[in-house]
């Protein structure tokens, strides 16, 4: 059995990862972010349920999927998404705590971020910062969506490469 | 070991639409298909969305980086369904406090420059003993019981006021939480964002000057003055665009009503002015708010002088010339024919003050006089018909048309006491204006310092 601070820990370690989770569901990281928290009141508050951390993952995923559902319902009247399936499908090839914020794995980020061009910096500033649609991004900046979309797809690759690179040669 | 083949681009395009929100029932059917039936679209997919979290989380905290201690600026729902499990709460808040922690891990201290910055105070009274008595406001509640105050926000210069009774959260840098009362801003780096959070509807500035009015029940209306913003109602990424001269009305609990740019824009005339720089004005001033379908017929009077804003931060391509400057003429007589050039590459805010008496049979001369007093200093004075007109084009507001202005600038040729006089004050900050119109209007563009 864990106890409530085996249950904070385990959650704020995957924090991040879960709430990516969750927001594949709400596609906005502030409801996500909301749910989680919701999630860890939740976990806390049942906390002789779990007998393992993994445990505790399993349910809150769960946990949050079903609550982003019945919170977009609840306001939306429905959901548009991803079904069931699919959400629980990609729950075991989902990245857990330390690949998803580790320090290294954020620092690492943060300087591959610094290493984009001005333009794709503010391409990436408008759709995860300021949470604009690709539309938006177009507009904002004067360009058609679909360059903006070309130029997404590729700083996500040159991300994921970088940081790969990154966390395999950088000292620990 | 084989590295498994990498997605499509057709693939990542279906993700970004998905993200988007923009797939059809159909497309999104594709793409879960083809998730389904392959383990490395399943990863690819599941590290795109855990990297734009990542993405999104350094950016914020690089954003709130400024010193003070912050909360995440947007939250939802209430808190207060952590009080039905005691115990639980105290985990669970622990767990909130460092989650938000991880994003604003600094400390308000006693030498933290704050979040923003009072630059001016109109009989301003706070309620609850917490007044900005330094000049600085830490992050925090405020409520300001009357008067008018304006504030730069330390981030990015953004300039806000509020006229009281207003009640306000400056909940992070460039975040402002307005409860009720009214708000005008003008953003200084759009690039850095100004938002308002209010119960009815999330105002993001797009580099802009606009206003924001919250009632007691919460209805909020937004209206543009100049450039534009997107406004969507908390919790939702449905974004609606309002244009400069447009309006928007939103309810906690009713659906928005979005009046169009062509409306003129009301209810904040008392805070554009200081909003946009303007310290101080005789009482003989009158503030324009600019409008579409501007008629300079609509602005005739004997004892009122208009002041209309025009472009604001704008940056002079090539040298202008101006009639008057600090050091230079004070009156039509002594006006340099050549004009004093102002440097090209400045940046400048444009205003506009203009002079017509009413219908006047007789044509009896009526006389007007006073001063205007700037936050920037005033690096010129365009009072010739035809530097206005050669001006109007970089300067002019871009939705009044000046072509079928009647005869443009101050009065010259006449006698001494008929003579029309524009002067800046040796600390260059104030214009004093006296002049003496006939049938022919008055008129002068001042041009100020942008920060």
Not at chain 1, 31 to 50: M, T
Not at chain 2, 121 to 138: F, L, N, T, V
Not at chain 2, 420 to 442: E, M, N, Q, Y
């Amino acid at each position: 059995m864990l106890t409530p601070e085996d249950i904070t820990g385990t959650l704020l370690r995957e924090r991040l990862a879960l709430t990516a989770y969750i927001s594949t569901v709400t596609r906005d990281f502030h409801l996500a972010e909301d749910i989680f928290q919701d999630v860890c009141v939740k976990a806390v508050g049942r906390a002789s349920d779990f007998d393992s951390p993994a445990h505790v993952m399993n349910w809150a995923r769960v946990a949050g999927r079903h609550r982003a559902i019945d919170v977009l319902r609840t306001r939306d009247g429905k959901v548009v998404g991803l079904s069931e399936e699919m959400l629980a499908a990609l729950e075991p090839v989902w990245p857990e705590g330390d690949a998803a914020q580790s320090t290294p794995a954020l620092e690492a980020l943060r300087k591959c971020i610094d290493r984009l061009t001005p333009n794709n910096q503010e391409i990436v500033r408008l759709r995860y910062f300021e949470g604009r649609a690709g539309a938006q991004v177009a507009d904002a900046m004067g360009r058609k969506l679909e360059t903006v979309y070309q130029a997404l797809a590729r700083i996500h690759k040159n991300l994921a490469d970088c940081v790969r690179l990154r966390l395999t040669s950088e000292p620990r | 070991m084989n590295t498994p083949p990498q997605p499509d681009e057709a693939f990542f395009l279906r993700v970004m639409r998905w993200q988007d929100g923009t797939l059809t029932a159909e497309e999104t059917a594709v793409l879960e298909e083809e998730m389904l039936a392959s383990e490395e679209k399943r990863r690819v997919f599941a590290e795109w969305q855990v990297r734009s979290l990542q993405i999104n989380e350094l950016l914020r905290r690089e954003a709130y980086a400024g010193g003070e201690k912050v909360v995440p600026p947007e939250r939802h729902g209430s808190r207060l369904r952590f009080l039905r499990w005691p115990l639980a709460a105290a985990a669970a808040l622990a767990v909130a406090y460092a989650a938000a922690s991880y994003f604003h891990p600094e400390v308000a201290s006693a030498g933290s420059p704050g979040l923003a910055s009072v630059t001016y105070d109109a009989a301003a009274e706070w309620d609850g003993g917490k007044s900005p008595g330094s000049g600085r406001m830490a992050e925090g509640s405020y409520s300001l019981a009357s008067g008018t105050v304006r504030m730069t926000l330390t981030h990015d210069g953004t300039v806000a006021t509020l006229a009281g009774p207003a009640r306000f959260d400056l909940v992070a840098p460039g975040h402002i939480r307005l409860h009720e009362g009214r708000l005008s801003a003008q953003v200084s780096r759009p690039d850095r964002g100004f938002t308002v959070f209010t119960d009815a509807a999330t105002v993001l500035d797009r580099g802009t000057v606009f206003g924001v009015d919250v009632k007691a029940d919460g209805e909020a209306q937004v209206s543009v003055l100049e450039g534009m913003v997107d406004v969507h109602p908390p919790g939702s990424r449905e974004m609606t665009r309002i244009e400069q001269g447009g309006k928007l009305l939103a309810h906690p609990r009713r659906k928005q009503q979005v009046q169009p740019a062509a409306d003129v824009v009301r209810g904040f005339e008392d805070l554009w002015p200081l909003t946009l720089g303007v310290d101080e004005v005789s009482h003989l001033i009158e503030f324009v708010v600019p409008q579409t379908r501007h008629r300079w017929n609509d602005y005739r009077s004997n004892t009122r002088l208009y002041l209309m804003p025009e472009r604001q931060r704008v940056t002079t391509g090539s040298p202008l010339l101006l009639d008057v400057t600090p050091a230079g003429a004070a009156d039509p007589k002594k006006l340099q024919a050549g004009g004093y050039p102002l440097a090209a590459g400045t940046r400048v805010s444009s205003f506009l003050l203009f002079f017509r008496p009413e219908e006047n049979p007789l044509a009896l001369p009526v006389d007007i006089s006073g001063s205007i007093t700037f936050s920037q200093p005033v690096l010129g004075v365009i009072a010739g018909g035809t530097r206005l007109i050669q001006s109007d084009d970089l300067l002019g507001h871009p939705r009044v048309v000046y072509r079928d202005k009647p005869r443009r600038g101050i009065e010259k040729g006449r006698k001494q006491e008929g003579r029309d006089i524009v002067r800046i004050s040796r600390d260059g900050r104030r214009v004093f204006f006296s002049l003496h119109a006939t049938a022919d209007p008055d008129e002068f563009r001042v041009l100020v310092a942008a920060p």
